[in-house]
């Protein structure tokens, strides 16, 4: 094995002993700018956030359309079957964010999306062009196992290629792509509905369920013998159709991607790692923050490597894989990180935001607007919204910190959930009779979005993955992110049958946004500016004077000022 570049203590110069390279330049928006490599090379990756909201967001659409309602009558009107549509993409991601780990550990973050971006090919063409139930469920169970995958490897690739004082803000650039995902399925879905006209057979009446005092389409009988003469297919497969294109993109894109410093140091890859480390700071391989940044990898995964050899001897490669999850709950520092965050992730997603985006346009068209038109165009406008709003989070992330917006986007969610579910409660059952009510229901649903949009929906995907040591984060992010997916699961399949039932589901919504908020004052830490090597301190995981004096022996073979890594 190649030595290890070595960093000469005689020239560490004394004001940086007790910081770290990666704390370096600017902090949050405007360090992003300082290396547009990274940023570059981090809007790119992000795709796979892009594919996720797309998906997210153009099922809700395409369940709104009836020409697909005309295709796939039992999924378009039963409820139970629509909540299963939608959800099987999400437990397959849910399963595929759990096997993600050890995968991820074994062939690395570069190459685990490559391989994803192939299966999610698979997944979205069998939903393009799917002729019949069963082509439909398997596609969407083969592309929510890549998109789980996705977003298990994606925040974790950009937090390990960031620097502490940009990590936030870089992070927080997966929710971005997620939600521009979600805004360009709302527009795209809406433009290609009015493909061979809005409506499936416009020379027939609506014979189905009355919806604000008005009947609605019924796929069972307002179809002709032939199928639809208005509305096409193609205005819901183009589509479904369409995200094979990003994905083609960042499978390609890819390839000529860097690998992570911290995945090819676990490697045993230590050239390499320093040229990948030195290509992604702009700085030679001699650069004296370069080597201290590269030295503080190098610390800290050998740290990892000897304190689990020591206690698990003699262990294979499939202990060695238990191993890392029980490591995870084997004392309480660390099951604090797991339970952070794991409540992260289940918030995110019980606070409803997800909810909302799967049936927009049932639930602008239950609070009173056309359910062919008007409500699609809210959805779009709901979409700009949700872009729009995760802006403040990229400025503010990194220099504000991470409880101040969580406990504020938690109040503001609870105070419109609960408005809205009252509204809902009160004059739900006669809108054309409240246009008030029913106008005003709708302008907190948008205030939902945005606070909301610029707190959990982005700090759900940087906490998890800085809050795990090196040699524990693709085990800890692979279980925080099969949460959010377990969670979302849930949500998408009772959503159709709690919108049913008056305002109850935006109560039960708003219920979790209070613990939301009771949880960050209680018990969530302050990560904001913390290097991925140095989160311990946060979390109560002190390490006892045998390990220090380990680790100080670490640092002063490897050259490292012992200050860098040891903090008290």
Not at 5 to 16: A, F, T, V
Not at 131 to 143: E, Q
Not at 294 to 315: D, G, Q, S
């Amino acid at each position: 094995m190649p030595q290890s570049p070595r960093l000469n203590p005689i020239e560490s110069k004394p004001e940086q002993e007790g910081g770290n390279a990666g704390s370096e330049g600017r902090v949050g928006f405007r360090g992003l700018f300082e290396n547009k490599f990274i940023l570059g090379i981090s809007l790119f990756s992000t795709l796979g956030g892009f594919l996720f909201g797309y998906d997210q967001g153009v099922v809700s659409n395409v369940l709104a359309i009836e020409s697909f309602g005309a295709k796939f009558p039992a999924i378009y009107t039963n409820a139970t079957l629509k909540g299963w549509f939608v959800s099987t993409l999400l437990l397959a991601a849910w399963f595929g964010s759990i096997v993600n780990g050890p995968v991820c550990d074994k062939i690395g973050r570069k190459v685990d999306i490559i391989c994803n971006v192939a299966i999610f090919l698979l997944g979205s063409s069998l939903q393009a062009g799917a002729t019949s139930p069963v082509y439909l469920f398997a596609g969407r169970a083969v592309a929510g196992l890549a998109i789980g995958s996705l977003t298990h490897v994606v925040p974790m690739y950009l937090a390990e290629i960031s620097s502490a004082k940009i990590r936030g803000s870089l992070v927080s650039l997966q929710q971005l792509s997620i939600t521009f995902g979600i805004l360009v399925s709302y527009w795209l879905a809406y433009g290609t509905s009015h493909i061979g006209g809005t409506r499936c057979a416009p020379q027939i009446s609506y014979t189905g369920a009355l919806l604000n005092g008005r009947p609605t389409f019924d796929p069972y009988t307002d179809v002709p013998p032939g199928g639809c003469t208005g509305q096409t297919q193609a205005s819901w497969r183009i589509p479904l159709a369409f995200q094979i294109f990003p994905a083609l993109c960042l499978g390609v894109g890819m390839l000529f991607m860097p690998y992570s410093p911290r995945w090819l140091v676990e490697q045993g890859r230590e050239e390499e790692a320093l040229e990948e480390l030195s290509r992604l700071r702009r700085k030679p391989a001699d650069n004296h923050s370069v080597r201290i940044e590269f030295l503080e990898i190098m610390a800290e995964v050998r740290f990892a490597r000897e304190v689990m050899k020591t206690a698990y001897p003699n262990a294979g490669p499939v202990r060695q894989i238990i191993n890392k999850y029980l490591v995870l709950i084997s004392s309480w520092p660390k099951s604090k990180r797991i339970i952070v965050g794991c409540l992260t992730m289940m918030f995110q997603q019980f606070m409803g935001i997800n909810a909302i985006i799967y049936y927009a346009p049932t639930i602008f068209g239950q609070l009173g607007l056309d359910p062919n038109t008007t409500s699609l165009f809210a959805t779009g406008v709901y979409g700009i919204v949700n872009m729009l709003a995760t802006l403040p989070a990229i400025v503010l992330l990194d220099s504000v910190g991470r409880r101040p917006l969580l406990i504020s986007g938690a109040a503001g969610c609870f105070t419109c959930l609960a408005i809205v579910g009252s509204l809902v409660t009160v004059y739900g059952m006669d809108w054309p009779a409240h246009a008030v009510a029913a106008r005003t229901a709708i302008v907190f649903v948008f205030i939902y979005d945005v606070n909301f949009s610029y707190s959990w929906a982005p700090i759900g995907w940087v906490i998890p993955s800085e809050i795990f040591p090196l040699h524990l984060r693709s085990t800890g992010i692979s279980i925080t992110t099969s949460t959010t997916w377990l969670s979302n699961f849930v949500v998408g399949l009772v959503t159709p049958i709690m919108l049913d039932v008056g305002g109850m589901a935006y109560f039960i919504f708003a219920g979790f946004s209070l613990a939301a908020l009771l949880s960050v004052l209680f018990f969530f830490p302050e990560t904001k500016g913390r290097t991925l090597e140095e989160t311990d301190a946060e979390f109560g995981d002190n390490a006892t004077n045998r390990e220090r004096e380990h680790m100080e022996r670490i640092c002063r073979e490897l050259g490292l000022p012992v200050r860098t890594l040891l903090n008290a």
